[in-house]
């Protein structure tokens, strides 16, 4: 499961050419084999006998190439062990539509099985994807007791730290998706307030 706001902060988009024709990356990847050090005839390999040695002879190296063929513009992402996973989007949250309701957009994060709600989603009063703190008016979380329920929460809190979004205010217990939301919407209403004079 994904925390939202790791899914939506903190990532640079990989930029194409000044006025490119035809922005599409064609991604592809190759993981192979590496070698440390030149091993020159008679150069002693790399035995090293500490049980927790990561630095052996041979590692696995891994490539990922993004070619642009409207722009010729070419990105090589590369490094030594790194994992791959083959997903979908609604499994892994990130790159699905957002939702529009009350007037707001929620961002939804993975949903841990197929067919079931996001565990969380970001709220924001725009349809632009969020990728800042600041982007973001509030969140919505699913949590269970005998049932499902969900905690809205609004009005970030100032000098946030890092990717994770503090709030000031939290409302629990809402029966849905759709009610969390409107609670969060009602946040930002201007409030009408009586004056007997």
């Known amino acids: 499961m994904n925390i939202a706001e790791e899914l939506y902060f903190g990532w640079s988009d990989l930029a194409h050419g000044q006025d490119c024709p035809l922005p599409v990356w064609d991604a592809q990847i190759t993981m192979g084999r590496g070698r440390r050090g030149r091993l020159l005839n008679g150069e002693p390999r790399h035995e090293c006998t500490h049980p927790e040695c990561e630095h052996a002879t041979f590692f696995t190296r891994s490539t990922l190439r993004l070619v642009c063929h409207g722009c010729n513009v070419v990105w090589i992402v590369y ?24 007037g707001l957009w929620l961002w939804p994060e993975g949903r841990p099985t197929p067919g079931t709600e996001p565990g969380a989603y970001l709220v924001t009063r725009t349809p632009d994807r969020p990728s800042r703190p600041v ?27 890092g990717v994770v979004v503090e709030f000031i205010r939290r409302r629990q217990n809402c029966r849905s998706v759709d009610e969390a939301a ?13 004056v007997a004079v």
């Open 79 to 102: 490094g030594e062990d790194a994992g791959t996973m083959r997903t979908t989007t609604e499994a892994y949250g990130f790159g699905q539509p957002a939702r529009e309701v009350a």
């Open 135 to 161: 982007d973001v008016i509030g969140r919505i979380s699913r949590y269970y007791e005998r049932y499902y329920r969900y905690t809205g929460e609004a009005v970030p809190a100032p000098q946030q730290q």
């Open 182 to 194: 409107q609670w969060i919407a009602d946040q930002y209403q201007p409030q009408q307030v009586e």
